[in-house]
């Protein structure tokens, strides 16, 4: 019987290709339908390219995109050569303690501080936009396949604006992955009311946002792809720490209220004060590997790496496999995220 779900990709920068070895696993189950995902920054750019490969090549083309995606973040042709290396390199949590001690602020959190992208005035591009244009979005804003919406903040409003279907363009990826301190506010056009408005990266108030999972004709359950650490066990001293540890928090913040008013919910159904039916009653799992994410940190997010890239792949697929193992058959039948245990 086939098992239909919903995903929810978090941002978090090259720290996405964790979850590109998640969906990489994922793809590999026939008899698991994605019927819709919401997707932030790196989540909405793991999104996209999924969506647009199933739409063209059903799993297999979708497994291909996410390739193609991330071979072209790490700047190689192949990052299967770095294979034979991560047998012999320690493991890459290491080498970020070793880069950190080496350089304790990075370049870019130093230029940050002095220097705002607006800088550059004429000569400024985003970094990212080859990439992003370069997804099929007649693909991507196809009728068939998943749904599919991107989070951004609307920069003047502070509000989350959720793109979908034939909304989401090249400015939508990039509004969605763009860190105002390292990018200018992308402009996009309400094609409504013909106001512009300008939008930074939707983790601030969607990472990523789930009530677009909501709708009555998606399937009950969701599953989250995290990628930014709920909890570490130790207190952050030093300055490149403490401020990992904030944008950590704040990019989480929008995620946990989110679980804690389907928590609510959930408990109303439960004790009978609403009735069945009348408000859905969701199921959220989630992938994770806060071990090797609370050995990373907002460096390695800016630093994509084949290296890098390879491991968290290679983590995300492992991940994912124990999840099945542990949790295929609780799909359609039961949430597998303690609420109740995370919130109290």
Partial sequence: ??????????????????TWGVLDRLLQEDDVEIAAISGTSAGALNAAALKAGMVQGGAKGARAALDGLWHKVGAVHDLRLTGWIAQVLPPVGVLNTWAERMMPISATDAAALVASPYGLGPLY??????????????????????????????VRSGKIKVFSGKTIAPEVILASACLP????????????????DAYWDGGYTGNPALFP??????????????????????????????????NEIGF??????????????????????VERGAMKDVLVHMIADDVLMNSLSVTSKLTPTPYLLHSLKMAGRKACEAFLTRHKADLNN????DLAAMFE
């Fill in 1 to 18: 019987m086939t098992k239909r779900i919903n995903l929810a990709l978090q941002g978090g920068g090259a720290h996405g290709a964790f």
């Fill in 125 to 154: 591009r985003n970094p990212l936009q080859s990439i992003v244009e370069g997804l099929a979005y007649d693909m991507v804003c196809a009728g068939e396949g998943p749904e599919l919406h991107i989070a951004a903040t609307n």
């Fill in 181 to 196: 301190t390292l990018f200018q506010a992308v402009e996009i056009t309400d094609p409504d009311t013909g106001q512009v």
């Fill in 213 to 246: 999972l909501f709708a009555p004709n998606l399937p009950d359950d969701i599953l989250v792809v995290s990628i930014n650490p709920l909890y570490r066990d130790d207190i952050p001293t030093t300055p490149q720490e403490i401020q990992n540890r904030i």
């Fill in 252 to 273: 989480n913040s929008s995620l946990l209220r989110e679980l804690r008013a389907i928590r609510f919910v959930k408990r109303l159904i439960g004790e009978n004060r």
């Fill in 334 to 337: 039961r949430a597998t995220l």
